[in-house]
């Protein structure tokens, strides 16, 4: 009889085991998802930024070369009088 119980004893203990394992994977797997999902906001967000930046560094040339446009405008102009 004790020999039984001592088998009862252990396979309760596997089966605690089993479901705490169990428990950690669906944690596991659910962290996961989130993790992916805020991965993808992430790579979301840096393409807008990048987008950003792009039109920023286009609006900066468009400057220079209208500043550049002046000054030579301005150059030619003193070289004429």
Known sequence: ???DEVQDIRLDIMEKQIQKHDE??????ENQLELSSR???LASS??????????G????????????AILTTIGAGTQVM
Request: glycine share 6%.
């Open 1 to 3: 009889m004790a020999k």
């Open 24 to 29: 950690l994977i669906q944690r596991l797997s």
């Open 57 to 68: 560094f286009d609006l900066m040339k468009k400057v220079i070369l209208g500043l550049m």
């Open 46 to 55: 840096i393409e807008s930024q990048s987008m950003v930046i792009g039109q």
């Open 39 to 41: 991965l993808t906001e």
